[in-house]
Structures are given as C-alpha cells and as structure tokens.
C-alpha cells in the first residue's frame, strides 16, 4: 500500500479527478486507496492460487515492469506511450475481480463519495497503476509466484496493522455467497471516514 501510495501525489489525484469527471480530489484519494488496497488484496489471492496465478504472474513479467511509474501525468494524459496491454484496466479488473466489479465499484462508491460509474472508470485507471508497483518489486527482487505471494501477503501491513486487503478482502465475499454487500453491511464498517 505504501509504494501504491507514493505514486498517488497531489497532481496525480487532480489529474485522476479530470479524468473521471470528479469535482472533489479527495472523493478520489479516498477512492484511490480503497481501489488499490481491494486490489492488491485480489492480485494477492491470485498468487496463492496455483491454477490462476501462473496467467498473472506472466502478465506481470511481459507487461507490468513498472515502467508507467516514472511519469503517471504523462501517462494518464497520453502525451507519453505505453503498451496497449499494459494500460488494459478493464482487462486487468475482469481478470481479478470477474463477476464482482460492479459490487466493487458500488463498494467504492459508497465509501469514498462517488458515484459507482467514476468508481468503475478510476478503477480501471488505478489497476495499471496497482500493477506496475507490483510488477516493479518483482522485477527489482527477481521473485517467482511463490515470492510475490509471499510479499504481498506478509509484507503488506497498513496502518492498524492489518493485512492489506484485510479490510476489503473481508468484504470480498466473506460468507461465499457471491456477493459482497452483504458483508459490508454486516460488518457495519465505515473504511475512510475517520
């Protein structure tokens, strides 16, 4: 959470705000980190799990370098390049939340004060950026599946010391019922407003 959150500086926000049609930046650093903590949380689940880890582990290697880090304004406003892949949001959203994204995006809206469409479109926005960090430490320490797994479920602790997803991830369907509203609401939390 901490390295996403080094990428997320003030003119980063505003421009991530323009993007989506948001009048209020902070709605958008509040959105920014539920979005990166829910999907760190699912890239993690996805490197504990043998069967689809392998698929985003080699997404990672061939097109998540962390390369899109060095300058996300440029980035996001198009005056620098980027692999088509590595800028595929959507793609990257149905691949770790599937079925669930709508949910997620409602989630997100609830908590940060957006509604669920510029939720939806910062998600696909922030997943490129979610995964470039992830992609940036397993390059820069060589580490295979099982390491990565390893470092985003043990080296990720936020503030209350929870593991990072702890929050969301409990929301991720907690009972297996498939949905994940149900759970947010037993749970009664409120993430963000403090």
Known sequence: MNEVAR?????????LSKQIGAQD??????????ISELLLNAIQRNA????????????????????????????????????????NGAGIINHLLGKQQLEAAQVIGQ??????????VLMQLMAPVVMGVVGQKQKSNNLDLGGLA???TGGNQNQQGQPAGGLLGK???RDGDGSMMDDLLKMGINILNK
């Open 7 to 15: 990428h997320l500086n003030d003119d980063v926000i505003i421009q």
């Open 150 to 152: 390893q470092i985003l």
């Open 111 to 120: 908590m940060s004060g957006l509604d669920i469409f510029k939720s939806g």
């Open 25 to 34: 930046p902070n709605q958008v650093k509040k959105a920014s980190h539920v």
């Open 171 to 173: 929301i991720l369907d």
């Open 48 to 87: 504990n799990n043998q069967r689809n880890g392998g698929g985003m582990f080699g997404a990672i290697k061939k097109d998540h370098d962390g390369g899109i880090l060095g300058n996300l304004i440029n980035v996001f406003t198009g005056k620098e390049q980027v692999n088509q892949s590595t800028m």
